[in-house]
């Protein structure tokens, strides 16, 4: 009991946090997390934890910024999905239309099945979601021309 009240402290309060064994308890607070923009400059990655490039579980977040879409794709993986903040903007098919995207509010869970044709991302304002799945996961473009 003393052990999970500790642990419990930990988490509610951070002046208690180098008191926790970090090799069965890690976390970052949002001042740690590291975010890099991709090329594009539509989102922003932070990878909080694996690799979705390598073999085993990930998880990441993508913070959306506003008036910016991925085009049609898909995921070689099963990806799941909470949206923690803003709206996020999910469409499916290879024909890119944003006005047909339904609005996905903070707190929704998403699940995209691996080979499922998607676009997504944000319009009027940022969205912050959070993604997980089992790797390695690739990206492949399958836009209609």
Same mark, same amino acid.
């Given at each position: 009991?003393?052990?999970?009240?500790?642990?419990?402290?930990?988490?509610?309060?951070?002046?208690?946090?180098?008191?926790?064994?970090?090799?069965?308890?890690?976390?970052?607070?949002?001042?740690?997390?590291?975010?890099?923009?991709?090329?594009?400059?539509?989102?922003?990655?932070?990878?909080?934890?694996? !690799?979705?490039? +390598?073999?085993? *579980?990930?998880? @990441? %977040?993508?913070?959306?910024?506003?008036?910016?879409?991925?085009?049609?794709?898909?995921?070689?993986?099963?990806?799941?999905?909470?949206?923690?903040?803003?709206?996020?903007?999910?469409?499916?098919?290879?024909?890119?239309?944003?006005?047909?995207?339904?609005?996905?509010?903070?707190?929704?869970?998403?699940?995209?099945?691996?080979?499922?044709?998607?676009? !997504?991302?944000? +319009?009027?304002? *940022?969205?912050? @979601? %959070?993604?997980?799945?089992?790797?390695?996961?690739?990206?492949?473009?399958?836009?209609?021309?």
């Amino acid at each position: 009991m003393r052990t999970m009240l500790g642990f419990l402290a930990a988490l509610s309060f951070p002046a208690f946090a180098g008191d926790i064994d970090r090799t069965i308890a890690d976390f970052r607070t949002p001042e740690q997390i590291r975010w890099v923009r991709n090329p594009a400059g539509t989102n922003e990655q932070a990878i909080l934890f694996g !690799d979705p490039s +390598k073999p085993g *579980p990930y998880v @990441i %977040q993508l913070r959306w910024l506003p008036g910016n879409m991925s085009r049609p794709h898909f995921h070689s993986t099963d990806r799941f999905f909470v949206v923690l903040e803003g709206t996020w903007w999910l469409g499916t098919g290879t024909k890119f239309d944003p006005d047909s995207t339904v609005p996905v509010k903070a707190g929704t869970y998403v699940f995209h099945k691996a080979g499922g044709i998607h676009y !997504d991302g944000a +319009k009027d304002e *940022p969205a912050l @979601i %959070q993604v997980w799945g089992t790797g390695p996961m690739t990206t492949t473009q399958a836009e209609q021309k």
